[in-house]
């Protein structure tokens, strides 16, 4: 860095001034041996870090500590998230609650009405989370209350939050490469003997409404889905293809 603000009180500021100066500074912070595995030795991903932070309101090491590279893509730890929110004069209240099956979470923005958005089992094992290694298996819980908490401060503090998702979601999400996988298989795999039942038509016919709800109020994918079902049973083309058309169906009565 060149010339730094220094005051009595509150010390100097890191915060880059420039182009030049944001870029020293990354490459200095990428060689620093305490800072998060996702940006060591990475000063692209830390100049990222620092810009989104900057446009959160967080200061650059704060970026650094409460924003993480998932899949290729950033995201604000839950923790952030609620932070940021409370920080915020749009926020009136934030109330989160958990009843040992439901994680609820109640937010009101100034000048509107409460909010509630609530996260079950049931919902993580629809969306084939229960059981999952893993935080899913340890702290079932907590994982309950970010997803809850992530639904309704997502949906309620777009602007706050600039449309970043929260970390703890997207870990829970199939990457890109798992779903090219599941859509382009081996052939060899193809060819061998599988032990796993058919999955039957009526089943699907009975579960393609709740998969289509719950894709709908954006808890799962059609790919999670798929994934989910092929885990215990073997789907024909034909019954993917109708896990698949349930998100353009969707996509179709919004317009």
């Not at 890109?176 to 089943?203: C, F, M, N, V």
Request: charge should be negative.
């Amino acid at each position: 860095m060149t010339d730094l603000a220094v005051s009595p009180s509150k010390g100097f500021s890191l915060t880059p001034q420039s182009l030049d100066e944001a870029m020293r500074f990354a490459d200095i912070l990428a060689k620093s041996s305490i800072v998060p595995k996702d940006f060591n030795g990475n000063p692209g991903n830390i100049l990222v870090a620092i810009q989104w932070g900057l446009e959160l309101g967080l200061q650059p090491m704060q970026a650094m500590q409460n924003i993480a590279v998932i899949n290729g893509r950033p995201a604000l730890w839950g923790d952030a998230v609620i932070a940021l929110v409370r920080g915020s004069p749009l926020c009136e209240y934030i109330y989160e609650t958990d009843d040992g099956h439901t994680a609820t979470c109640r937010v009101k923005r100034r000048g509107e009405d409460e909010q509630v958005r609530t996260y079950s089992m049931d919902d993580a094992k629809l969306a084939g989370l229960q059981g999952k290694s893993g935080p899913w298996t340890q702290h079932p819980k907590r994982m309950r209350q970010m997803r809850a908490r992530a639904f309704a401060l997502r949906d309620v503090f777009p602007d706050v939050l600039r449309g970043m998702p929260v970390a703890e979601e997207v870990q829970d999400m199939v990457s890109e490469r798992d779903i090219g996988a599941a859509h382009r298989p081996d052939p060899q795999q193809q060819a061998l003997p599988t032990s796993l039942p058919a999955y039957p038509d009526e089943k699907l016919a009975e579960m393609l409404p709740t998969w289509q709800t719950a894709i709908a109020e954006d808890k799962t994918t059609p790919e999670r889905i798929i994934k989910m079902v092929q885990s215990k049973h073997v789907l024909t083309d034909e019954q993917r293809q109708k896990i698949m058309e349930l998100q353009p169906a969707l996509e179709g009565q919004s317009e």
